[in-house]
């Protein structure tokens, strides 16, 4: 299974929202998380099962979507929201995870 | 609250040999899938190896397939990773990530270590 997230870039003032999308090559039904990366640092969950916020992540982060296409929205974005989010989905047979490539964040 | 502490990270020669270990604590290791995943720098990440609770199934990239090998030793609360004839690469920071139960995304991972295959 193959993740393709668009856009590669997102240039979003502070206060807005932001849509991030994520596609799977075949379905993955609900199976799939997003993670949030800060340079130098390491990823951390967001959303697992698609729409499940992960413990201790603020409601403005939310998930949806299953099958094949999904989205991350972030509802007013807040200063250090800005980083690069990924996408992440787990087949069950043979068990292998799969990332996709990234969307890079931005201030505009 | 959960810690993972990986170390063994370092510069190895092109074909050499390097074992990355994660120490883990605040949670019940025994309970839960461990993976690596790994970052070349400035690229994305990339999912390396899973192994189960009890260390019996474990699961590998085709890109590390038959050079890595994934261990656990619950009495030890650390996760293991041996990686053989490096190749440039594997060049990377290599993450120890636990696993949410029932698997499918990872909940908590280390700062990483940075794997360097260089001549």
């Known amino acids: 299974i193959v993740l393709t997230q668009s856009p590669a870039t997102l240039s979003v003032s502070p206060g807005e929202r932001a849509t991030l999308s994520c596609r799977a090559s075949q379905s993955v039904s609900s199976y799939l998380a997003w993670y949030q990366q800060k340079p130098g640092q390491a990823p951390r969950l967001l959303i697992y099962d698609a729409s499940n916020r992960a413990t201790g992540i603020p409601a403005r982060f939310s998930g949806s979507g299953s099958g094949t296409d999904f989205t991350l929205t972030i509802s007013s974005l807040e200063p250090e929201d800005f980083a690069v989010y990924y996408c992440?989905?787990?087949?069950?047979?043979?068990?292998?995870?799969?990332f996709g490539q990234g969307t890079n964040l931005e201030i505009k | 609250e959960v810690q993972l502490l990986e170390s063994g990270g370092g510069l190895v020669q092109p074909g050499g040999s390097l074992r990355l270990s994660c120490a883990a604590s605040?949670?019940?290791?025994?309970?839960?899938?461990m993976s690596w995943v790994r970052q070349a720098p400035g690229k994305g990440l990339e999912w390396v190896s899973a192994?189960?609770?009890?260390?019996?199934?474990?699961y590998y990239a085709d890109s590390v397939k038959g050079r890595f090998t994934i261990s656990r030793d619950n009495s030890k609360i650390t996760l293991y990773l041996q990686m053989s004839s490096l190749r440039a690469e594997d060049t990377a920071v290599y993450y120890c990530?636990?696993?949410?139960?029932?698997?499918?995304?990872?909940?908590?991972w280390g700062q990483g270590t940075l794997v360097t295959v260089s001549s």
């Open positions: 192994i189960d609770t009890s260390g019996a199934g474990t």
């Open positions: 992440q989905h787990r087949s069950s047979r043979p068990p292998v995870y799969t």
């Open positions: 990530a636990k696993a949410t139960n029932p698997v499918g995304a990872f909940d908590f």
């Open positions: 605040g949670f019940t290791f025994s309970s839960y899938a």
